[in-house]
């Protein structure tokens, strides 16, 4: 059993590993915060797709539809098991297929 951490009278014991700390370990000398821990993760997903043609880079992407055409497309990726950013990936392949778009890159 561990020690609490103010306690000043008992002996560690030779020979135990000491209890790893709880919690997320630090990037540097300090715990970042949530914004910065996104932040991080958003460059490193750019890193991984430049590296990497057959990654998914991920892009901020914001547009008003009708409630209708969100149920849709909502009910399209359920049905097709897949995210809204795959659905909406899934919907332009289909209609570069069909000819109504271009394919892309």
Do not use: W
Not at 40 to 61: G, H, I, K, T, W
């Amino acid at each position: 059993m561990a020690k609490h951490s103010q306690d000043s009278h008992t002996l560690e014991l030779p020979g135990l590993p000491a209890i790893a700390q709880r919690g997320r370990p630090t990037v540097g000398e300090r715990a970042m915060t949530p914004a910065e821990r996104k932040r991080r993760s958003r460059s490193m997903a750019r890193q991984r797709a430049a590296a990497n043609y057959q990654e998914r880079l991920p892009v901020d992407f914001s547009c008003t539809v009708d409630a209708d055409t969100k149920a849709r497309l909502a009910q399209f990726a359920v049905a097709n098991d897949l995210d809204l950013g795959r659905a909406l990936d899934r919907l332009m392949e289909l209609l570069a297929d069909a000819g109504v778009v271009g394919k892309t890159a």
